[in-house]
C-alpha cells in the first residue's frame, strides 16, 4: 500500500513555543490530507481537511490561528501548533487520499507541552 | 449525513478462539467501509474495506468483514486470535456520494487477548 510518513514521531516542548509536524505522501500524490486530533483511549477527531494550494477548511470548534495547516504541494501538509499550551498534548495523525477512496495514515506525532 | 457505532468498547478474547468486532453504519448514499487497528502510539493501519465488490471482504492477517446492507452491518471476524492481535480496532464509513472523502470514525473496540 501507499506509505505516508509522519514527523517527528514524538515531540517535547515548552508552553509558549510553536511546534510543526509533517505530512508527507511518499509514493503518491495527495490530493487531500486530513488531521486528527486523538485523546487517550478515544476515537480520532478530525481537526481539518486540506487540498493542495488552498486553505485548510477547519471543523467547527477548531482555531485556525492556533492550528495552522499548510497544504504546499500534492506531497506535504504541515499542521503548525501555535503558542502551544499544556491543554494541545495529544496524538495527532495526518492521512492522505490520492485518486482512490482509501485514506492512508500516517505514524502519528505524540506532541507534548511542558 | 455518515456515522458509525461500534458496539462493544472493549473484547477480551482467549488466543486461538474467534474474534468478533461489531460495527453497524448509517449512510445517506453508498458507503464505503473499513476497519482499522491501531497499536500503541502508531497510526492507523488498514485491515480490509468494502467499496461495493463483494460483500464478504478478506483482509490481512486472518481478518474478514461481511457487508450486510438489510441489517446496515459491517462485523470484522477472525477465527482465530492471536497475541499480536490486542489493539485498537476503529469501524470507518465514507460516504461516496461525497467529493470531500471525509470518514466518520467509529468509538472503537479494544482488544486483548489472553493467554
Known amino acids: 500500500g501507499a506509505v505516508v510518513s509522519q514527523h517527528p514521531s514524538r515531540v517535547i516542548c515548552k508552553s509558549g513555543t510553536s511546534v510543526k509536524i509533517e505530512c508527507r505522501s511518499l509514493?503518491?500524490?495527495?490530493?487531500?490530507m486530513f488531521w486528527y486530533r486523538q485523546f487517550p483511549k478515544q476515537s480520532l477527531m478530525l481537526m481539518a481537511t486540506s487540498n493542495e494550494g488552498s486553505k485548510a477548511t477547519y471543523e467547527q470548534g477548531v482555531e485556525k490561528d492556533k492550528f495552522l495547516i499548510n497544504h504546499a504541494s500534492l506531497t506535504l501538509s504541515t499542521l503548525t501548533v501555535t503558542s502551544a499550551h499544556p491543554e494541545d498534548s495529544s496524538f495527532y495523525i495526518c492521512?492522505?487520499?490520492?485518486?482512490?477512496?482509501?485514506?492512508?495514515f500516517g505514524q502519528g506525532t505524540r506532541l507534548t507541552v511542558v | 449525513a455518515q456515522s458509525v457505532t461500534q458496539l462493544d468498547s472493549h473484547v477480551s478474547v482467549s488466543e486461538g478462539t474467534p474474534v468478533l468486532l461489531r460495527c453497524n453504519y448509517s449512510s445517506s448514499y453508498s458507503p464505503s467501509l473499513f476497519w482499522y487497528v491501531q497499536h500503541p502510539n502508531k497510526g492507523l493501519q488498514l485491515l480490509l474495506k468494502?467499496?461495493?465488490?463483494?460483500?464478504l471482504v478478506k483482509g490481512i492477517n486472518g481478518f474478514e468483514a461481511e457487508f450486510k446492507k438489510s441489517e446496515t452491518s459491517f462485523h470484522l471476524t477472525k477465527p482465530s486470535a492471536h497475541m499480536s492481535d490486542a489493539a485498537e480496532y476503529f469501524c470507518?464509513?465514507?460516504?461516496?456520494?461525497?467529493?470531500?472523502?471525509?470518514?466518520?470514525f467509529g468509538a472503537g473496540t479494544t482488544v486483548t487477548v489472553r493467554a
Open positions: 468494502y467499496t461495493s465488490a463483494a460483500t
Open positions: 470507518v464509513v465514507s460516504d461516496r456520494s461525497s467529493n470531500d472523502y471525509k470518514l466518520s
Open positions: 509514493d503518491f500524490q495527495a490530493t487531500t
Open positions: 492521512s492522505a487520499i490520492g485518486y482512490g477512496t482509501e485514506a492512508f
